[in-house]
């Protein structure tokens, strides 16, 4: 199964690039960030896109802010999935799939800029870490999929951004990733690439920062022990500069997962 997610700045200023995304790289399920629409605005070429399925939490709460999605593949094992938005979810920024061999949580985390929203944000990873708690406690094998906002280790970010005090990179926000590890998650990418200092998925955008690779680690992918060892591949496509972030793609065989 190959499981995608991709923080796509705004489905219809990058609806073509999308849609030949798919396509090309035909994920079994996708996981989409920062949609910036309601469902009934998503561009007829994603929403009408043959073979998959597709679930919204648009941008109602706020006109073209936040939103997310997911679409799931006709063809995959995952075709009694069932969809959710918890009630912790705030600012459409959550959606959840719960299958036979998995849930899979989609989330775009707050940045947090002002104090507010940094609250907000602390708070929504909190819901987020007892939400998976109380799934792994049920005995469910969990993925948690998306765009983070916080670099969790000073590798996870470019050095000419490690800023002591900026947010996504202060101890709350890295605890709070700690804590979804502690509670029997595994940060797949890095299990993988454990000493790769210069694996990021988002840049700013500065003048020739992608070029020069003066990015961030903030999209990831969080899998409960089970799933985690299944994982053949975990990728970032560094080919895809549609947006400011990077598709990172996960493969993984669901053989005799239960």
């Known amino acids: 199964m190959k499981i995608a997610s991709w923080n796509i700045n705004g489905i219809r200023a990058r609806k073509a690039s999308l849609e030949a ?3 090309r790289n035909q994920p079994d399920i996708l996981l989409l960030q920062e949609v910036k629409a309601h469902e009934e605005e998503i561009p007829p070429a994603i929403s009408d896109l043959d ?3 597709k ?3 648009g941008s109602t709460v706020r006109k073209g802010y936040s939103g997310t999605g997911i679409l799931l593949r006709d ?3 995952a075709d009694d999935a069932v969809w959710e938005v918890p009630a912790f979810d705030i600012e459409n920024r959550t959606g959840v799939l719960h299958t036979t061999h998995f849930t899979i949580i989609g989330t775009y985390v707050p940045r947090g800029e002002s104090d507010e929203h940094y609250r907000i944000k602390l708070d929504y990873l909190d819901s987020l ?3 998976i708690c109380s799934l792994l406690d049920s005995g469910r094998q969990v993925i948690l999929a998306g765009d983070m906002n916080i670099a969790h280790r000073d590798i996870d970010v470019h050095r000419s951004q490690n800023k002591p ?3 996504g990179l202060r101890s709350e926000e890295r605890a709070a990733i700690d804590a979804q590890i502690a509670s029997g998650l595994q940060d797949i990418m890095r299990n993988m690439h454990p000493d790769a200092a210069d694996l990021f998925t988002w840049w700013p955008y500065w003048k020739l ?3 020069r690779n003066l990015g961030w680690r903030i999209d990831c992918f969080y899998l409960s ?3 985690a060892a299944k994982v053949t591949a975990a990728t970032v496509d560094l080919e895809e500069k549609s947006s400011d972030h990077a598709p990172v793609i996960l493969e993984l065989s669901l053989q005799d997962t239960h």
Do not use: D, P
Request: no cysteine; charged share 20%.
């Open 51 to 53: 073979a998959y399925r």
């Open 21 to 23: 995304w798919i396509l």
């Open 225 to 227: 022990s089970k799933l």
């Open 209 to 211: 920062a992608r070029e």
């Open 55 to 57: 679930f919204w939490n």
């Open 75 to 77: 063809s995959s094992t």
């Open 165 to 167: 005090g900026a947010v």
């Open 129 to 131: 870490r007892l939400y």
